[in-house]
């Protein structure tokens, strides 16, 4: 007996959890971002005053406090690409469990009933079809 086909509800369920852990780490991915979103620099004389304040005060805290921001920012980026990783090789690994799993049941299961065929089919004379008018040229 050949193994019945998996159904279309089945596979849509299986996949469907990965679909949702995707979409969320995707979604997680796109907040923190959002979260840390640069504020627009100030545009016209605004902008010039606060550029040369920034470049007269090149050791004042709020370089410091950027610094450590940056620094945070990219620690959680570091940790948000491990984690993406982590949840890449996890999702592999639980794939190829459950396809070993499916190749040993289907190994497993005994071959159809076939019919052996004619042994001395090679010894048989070849017959003319209704086809071709009996005709051999």
Known sequence: MAAEPESRSSRRV????????????????????????????PTGAASASAQAATSDSVG?????????????????????????LCVVFLTLMICVVLWARRMR???NQPLPDQHPGDPL?????????????????
């Open 60 to 84: 004042s805290p709020t370089d410091v406090e950027k610094q450590s921001e940056l620094r945070q920012q990219s620690a959680l980026a570091g940790l948000l690409v491990l984690a993406l």
């Open 14 to 41: 299986r996949y469907g959890g990965v679909l949702a852990l995707l979409v969320a780490v995707l979604v997680a991915v796109g907040m923190s971002q959002n979260s840390y979103g640069q504020d627009e620099p």
């Open 121 to 137: 089919w090679y010894l048989r004379k070849p017959v003319a079809k209704a086809d071709d008018g009996g005709s051999d040229d």
């Open 105 to 107: 049941r289907l190994t």
